[in-house]
């Protein structure tokens, strides 16, 4: 599913910063990896490659057997619309737009039709909970249930991957469990794959695999 | 086939969802929404404005020449040479006949409208009441010219015109002073030169320019004194929208033509008068180009200033929307609908405040419209006219609006499609 070789990625600034070297990693379909380390590891950017939110620099990456270079950013985006949810930290829902607009989002862009969208829309705003808020625009919504929104944005395109980059961080220990039960219900009920990038321990050791991340490199990669 | 359709669709937004996202925008940033609108107002008001003061200035000032430019253009009238030359001597007085006017008609008949004889003699006329001097006049050029208007009695027949019966209709000025009201003078005897005429209708200048003279027929005019062919003078009436180069050559080649014939030197300044308007209107066509220039580009500042105004509005709001953009690039938008959307928010804010714009400039022109013709109620002269914009030109300025739009939101769209997801979704 997910193939990066020798990758490496350096910012270029007026110091220059690499953020990922020789990353080796392969990501089978359903596998829930959690991707912890301290900060400035390299996790979010290695999310952020994996997304194709960012390039690399060097090495080779390989995303269901495509390889991933030189696209243009169409190209990406039409991948990342077929084939990747993400979700941020701060959800990052468009804040004048319902939570049923912001869950259809994806869909208008791949061209769903109408009816469709709706059944699959409400279908999703079913399964997270969230039917009685789908008027409302975030704003009103608490962090926990924008979170929910997010996934369920995410989950709505049946993607193959989720990506999600400290899903939890801005929420309380309740809502971080709440959060985590629905990430492995999705992996377990849709077998989508899940790369989960936390620095909580409490959170990494729930998944069935754990890659600890330190200087840009892939220190331990453990699974249970 | 459906397949196809949705992969032609993706990445884009459908009509229905671009309109929605953009009215949802812009309803999410109305402080901002507004500050570029009423600079948009101000802008298209501004220049509605001066484009209708423009046409006010350039309708007014037409109106008043108006007269001058569709009927005399030049008059030839016959004078006394300056020089000897070719059997003629200094001081000779000259002449124009019938003969001249019918071959300048033969000659130049594709070149102007009409050709005119004149005959124009000073008179007495007298009444039993009173006596006044006027300009009795044949008349053919005022009939074509509807320059006059009928107040009392009746015009001359086409029978009439061609006779020589001892008829004919006097100005209001005259039938007053000689009859003491308009009405009492038809069909009242007067006396010209000794002989009565029967006064058979009263009229009015129809044209700014008052004509005050006692119309006869042309024949009647031509036995009056005695004078044989002889003319006062001949009005050559030129096509409407002749180009004034043309008039030009038209003036000397009739000149050349007449001294050609009359064996004057070339270089004789007063054996022919020609007296010519072309100057007048042109220097009046300049001064009205200039107006218009002056008032286009003055127009076109204020609406760049519209344009810059939604631009760096814009700017801003795709500044402050980086994250949105992200998320919409996240959820598998492409460049160009990111393009399109924030193109549209520019187009559709300078339309809809470009057309308030147009409105309240409409309305003001109207207002000032009102408040000019009640001022300008009696004036003889009317310097600006009405000032009403016309719809070609508001269809036109809905046009420059769009265009404006789109110039707007070029570079705001532009640096929108070259967000950094990664970056974008770090900011806060």
Redesign the interface.
Known sequence: MIDLKAVCKTYWGDTPLTALKDVDLHIDEGEFVGVTGPSGSGK?TLL?VIGL??SYDEGVYRLGGQLIKDLT??EE??I???NIG?V?Q?Y??????TVYENVE??L??????QREREERVMSMLEKMELTGWKEHIPSHLSGGQQQRVAIA?AMV?NPKIILADEPTGALDSRMTQEIVNLFKKCNEESNVTIVLVTHETSISSQMSRCITMNDGRIEKDERR | MTAA??????????LG?YFRDIL??V??SRRRGFLSGLMTVWGVFIFIAVVGTSNGIDRGNRSNYDYILQYILISVSPGETSMAYNGLIKGQRMSLTRDDAQELQTLFSDRSEFIYPRKQIPVKCKSLTGSAGALVSDYRKELNDNAIQITAGRNFTQVELDGRNRICIIPEAIAVQLFGRVEDAVNRTLEINGLPYIAQGVYKSSHKVSINQVLVPFETAMSMQGMGDELSSIDIKLFLKTPVEEKYRLKEDIRSWLYFKKGISPDDTSAMHFEEYIDFIEAQEKLLDSIRLFTVILGLLSLLMGILGVSSIVFLSVKDRT??I????????????IFRLVLGESVFVMLIFGCIGMLLGSAALNVANIVVKKVTADAKWIFIGDMTVSWQLILSCTAIIIVCGLISGFAPARKA?SVR??EA?CC?
């Open positions: 979010s952020n939110l960012d950013k169409d985006a039409l990342r619309n077929h993400f941020f701060r990052n829902l468009i804040s004048f737009k989002l994806p208008i862009y791949r061209g769903v039709p944005r395109m | 359709l949705r992969k032609m669709k993706e990445g884009r937004l459908s969802n949802a925008s309803r999410m994250k949105e992200a998320v919409r690039l996240v959820c598998g938008s492409n460049k160009g609908s499609t997801i990664n979704m806060e």
